[in-house]
């Protein structure tokens, strides 16, 4: 993972070598991924507090955007939202801010938490929840970077690029992506006609 913060783009983007290796990662772990959406150990407001947290240190905004939408109606406050777009941690109950904290140091590391720091948080939540919070951070670190490295192939082609970037492996990461990006696109598009034609 690269972090720009110099003119033209900054936001965090992969480069094919660390985006390579988060998606072995995450695929290496469908099984618990699944496994932890089903079991619902962990709260929707929580999730997507967590989501939230990480989307904020990542600067992606389209992640922003749509965690905003199901935190709202997950049940997050926007006060509750606006802390953690702003990475307030401190007003949220310890129970809540030590999950936050952890997972914007994981996505600040790279996926690379100081092992301290890991052994803390798992203590605290204990061996299953806390594999179950790693899991949704996991999803939503490996999104959020993946979406920022497509918006680091726009901004180049408006003339902004990415420094320390290639444009090869920023759009042979969207290419990769876009089956998803277009799953994602027509899931979203089906559940607001749902929802619409219920509330009709």
């Known amino acids: 993972m690269i972090e720009e913060r110099m003119n033209g783009f900054r936001k965090r983007f992969y480069t094919l070598r660390t985006f390579f290796g988060d ?3 995450l695929v290496a772990h469908i099984p618990a991924l ?3 959406i089903r079991n619902k150990r962990v709260s929707r407001p929580f999730t997507e507090k967590i989501m939230l947290s990480i989307a904020s240190v990542n600067e992606c905004s389209y ?9 709202l109606k997950g049940g997050v406050s926007g006060k509750e939202i606006s802390k953690l777009l702003t990475q307030e941690i401190g007003a949220f109950p310890e129970d809540e801010s030590v999950a936050i904290a952890f997972a914007q140091h994981y996505a600040e590391t790279g996926r690379k938490p100081d092992p301290e720091a890991e052994r803390r948080f798992r203590n605290y939540y204990g061996p299953k929840v806390s594999q179950d919070i790693v899991n949704y951070i996991r999803i939503v670190n490996f999104f959020t970077m993946t979406g920022n490295t497509a918006c680091a192939f726009l901004s180049r082609l408006q003339g902004k690029p990415a420094q320390k970037s290639s ?12 089956p998803w990006a277009i799953v994602t696109l027509i899931y979203d598009a089906r559940r607001k006609s749902k929802e619409n034609a219920y509330s009709g």
């Not at 992640?63 to 935190?71: E, F, G, Q, V």
């Not at 444009?167 to 876009?178: M, Q």
Request: hydrophobic fraction near 45%; include cysteine; charged fraction near 15%.
């Open 34 to 36: 699944i496994s932890t």
């Open 23 to 25: 998606l072995r990662d």
């Open 63 to 71: 992640c922003s955007y749509l965690h905003t939408k199901t935190a």
């Open 167 to 178: 444009p090869v492996s920023e759009f042979l990461i969207l290419v990769i992506c876009a």
